[in-house]
């Protein structure tokens, strides 16, 4: 995996090394996925791409996704460490992503936006699915 514009470098997880710093990314930001630590492994483990943004050794952001490796991936996760939101890591980490299922083979990139978070999608060059005349359906444990 490439470095992007030091001093933030976005590679593939190793996730040995990595989860403890990966959960505690999650931790920082009060998901839930901090309260089931080995669903959390598991998840991570199974991703079709994980990656993590490290400053000085520190990780201080992560993303996953699920995919066919063909025509479709879900953008399941992405977070940064608080302190560090703001900074572009975000962008770094979404941008390897978006980047490495190109819409030449792939139809679609697709993901849920958490609360306020949909502006930053936008700014990514991402679009509500009602723009396309489309509509996503959830099921959810949500209320
Ligand atoms: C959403 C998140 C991943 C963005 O990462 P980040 O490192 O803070 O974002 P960046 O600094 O790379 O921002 C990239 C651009 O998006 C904009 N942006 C970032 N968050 C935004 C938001 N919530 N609303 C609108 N625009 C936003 C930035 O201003 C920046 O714009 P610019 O190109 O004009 O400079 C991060 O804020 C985060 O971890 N939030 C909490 C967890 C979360 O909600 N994740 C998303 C779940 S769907």
Do not use: C
Not at 49 to 61: E, R, Y
């Amino acid at each position: 995996m490439t470095t992007i514009g030091a001093p933030t470098q976005i590679r593939q997880v190793e996730v040995a090394d990595d989860f403890p710093g990966i959960l505690a990314v999650y931790a920082a930001n009060n998901w839930s996925h901090a309260r089931t630590p080995e669903r959390l492994r598991t998840a991570v483990e199974r991703a079709d791409l994980a990656l993590v943004a490290v400053q000085d050794d520190v990780i201080v952001g992560f993303v996953r996704t699920m995919s066919d490796g063909a025509f479709a991936v879900y953008i399941a996760d992405i977070l940064v460490l608080p302190d560090r939101q703001g900074q572009g890591t975000g962008r770094e980490l979404l941008r390897t992503v978006l980047d490495h299922y190109p819409l030449e083979t792939f139809h679609h990139q697709v993901l849920i936006a958490e609360r306020d978070a949909d502006g930053f999608y936008r700014r990514m060059g991402m679009s509500a699915v009602g723009a396309f005349g489309l509509t996503a359906f959830i099921r959810t444990q949500k209320k």
